[in-house]
């Protein structure tokens, strides 16, 4: 996997973009009423996040944000008094985060459009380096690692948010749940309507249904839709793993979300949420 094939997709399937119909087909381009009603559904949905932003006490800080989406923490963290700059491989992300910027006249220190492999500051320029729902999906997560770290200065914090190998929707919606639904619509594919099962009975008829079936290759099209080319889940000791640069501080899971079973409104996603909060210091 290419860090190029994961930019191409998140260009044209920019992060959360469907939450509320689309910036185009449902708000014509009004950035304005677009981010107001996407706020307000990524607030309903995630209520859990302010909060963590505000016990991540940016105010005064040098904070980069790797992974744009909407902007909608974007403002959040300026708001919470962050000299903020962000990053990442997009150019349609960059060019909306701008414009919410613009929009809601909030000053920042620096928009890149850049790999987070090839961050475009010098050393130890930041206090806080904050990623949410972004670094499980880079393919050589060693060299974003070893880069965050370079950027980082020493005593800093990294807090990332990382899909949960320890939660309902991995361990029993996708393991489980949705290889089950694929399989029983598989002899009937044929009559299926477009959607999401119908994206995942087309990718198994390209490589195979054993094959696709594999939770190698199933996990990256069950995150964040089934054109999604890459996807890892984790653990604590896979965050130690693959952030061998730095030393894990404190985590806690939020968000009980396990497509298709109706689990919102159910307790225990600090047992079994979809997002791991991770806080970690370079050693």
């Known amino acids: 996997m290419q860090e190029a094939e994961v930019a191409e997709f998140w260009e044209s399937h920019p992060c959360g973009d469907l939450a509320v119909g689309g910036l185009t087909d449902m708000f014509h381009g009004n950035y304005e009423l677009f981010f107001s009603a996407y706020d307000r559904v990524r607030y309903q949905r995630e209520s859990h996040i302010p909060a963590c932003l505000d016990a991540m006490d940016v105010a005064g800080c040098k904070v980069l944000e790797i992974g744009l989406g909407q902007g909608a923490d974007s403002e959040q963290l300026i708001r919470r008094g962050a000299v903020w700059t962000g990053l990442d491989v997009t150019d349609e992300a960059v060019e ?5 910027l613009a929009v809601r006249k909030l000053a920042f220190a620096g928009l890149y459009r850049s790999s987070v492999t090839d961050i475009p500051v010098e050393d130890g320029a930041f206090d806080i380096i904050f990623s949410h729902g972004v670094l499980h999906h880079v ?9 965050i770290h370079r950027v980082l200065r020493r005593g800093g914090r990294l807090v990332v948010m990382l899909y949960a190998r320890r939660s309902l929707n991995y ?46 290759r199933f996990l990256h099209a ?7 080319p890459h996807a890892r889940v984790y653990s604590l000791r896979d965050v130690r793993r693959d952030f061998p640069s730095f030393e ?12 298709p079973l109706p689990v919102h409104a ?9 997002h791991l909060w991770v806080e970690m210091q370079p050693r």
Not at 178 to 186: C, D, E, H, V
Not at 222 to 228: H, Y
């Open 222 to 228: 069950n995150t964040d839709g089934p054109e999604n």
């Open 96 to 100: 909306r985060v701008g414009a919410r």
């Open 171 to 216: 361990q029993v919606a996708i393991r489980i749940v949705r290889r089950a639904a694929l399989l029983a619509a598989w002899p009937f594919r044929r009559k299926v309507p477009e959607g999401i099962l119908r994206g995942h009975l087309d990718n198994a008829e390209r490589e195979g249904l054993r094959n696709y079936l594999r939770m190698e």
């Open 248 to 259: 894990v501080i404190r985590a806690h899971k939020h968000y009980m979300h396990a497509p």
């Open 266 to 274: 159910l307790p225990g996603s600090r047992l079994m949420g979809w």
């Open 139 to 147: 393919p050589d997560i060693t060299a974003a690692q070893q880069e």
